[in-house]
């Protein structure tokens, strides 16, 4: 029992964990200016993606190079980065349910005769 735990310990967790990085928190900021917006504010969907994308800029590669250059292996800077990325700019997954039909849409044809 104790064997197994420890293998999902060590194997299991993210690489960064090891080196004690902090998680990459981004503020949110006012559209087009540099003033970070109260927690009761709510963006559109459009301005979230832009705050996500102006983070990604000017604070997770920030603080990528600052985690290569404390002398973390850059392969875990790298995964953290990665992490960022997939739980804050995924696109839209399509929900549709797996085994379930769906009607396709009606297209016209145009055939040119020459």
């Known amino acids: 029992m104790f064997y197994k735990w420890l293998f999902f310990l060590v194997f299991m967790t993210p690489d960064y964990t090891q080196y004690n990085l902090e998680q990459i928190d981004c503020p949110r900021w006012a559209p087009g ?3 970070i917006l109260p927690m009761n504010v709510t ?3 459009q301005l979230k993606l832009q705050n996500a994308m ?3 800029c000017q604070v997770v590669k920030a ?8 002398g973390v292996p850059t392969g875990a800077c790298k995964q953290r980065t990665a992490d960022w990325v997939e739980e804050n700019l ?3 997954q399509n929900t549709n349910q797996d085994n379930v039909l769906m009607r396709l849409p009606k297209r016209n044809l145009i055939i040119n005769e020459y």
């Open 63 to 70: 603080k990528e190079r600052e985690c290569v250059r404390m």
């Open 90 to 92: 995924k696109l839209n």
């Open 33 to 35: 200016g540099v003033e």
């Open 43 to 45: 963006l559109s969907p």
């Open 54 to 56: 102006r983070c990604y």
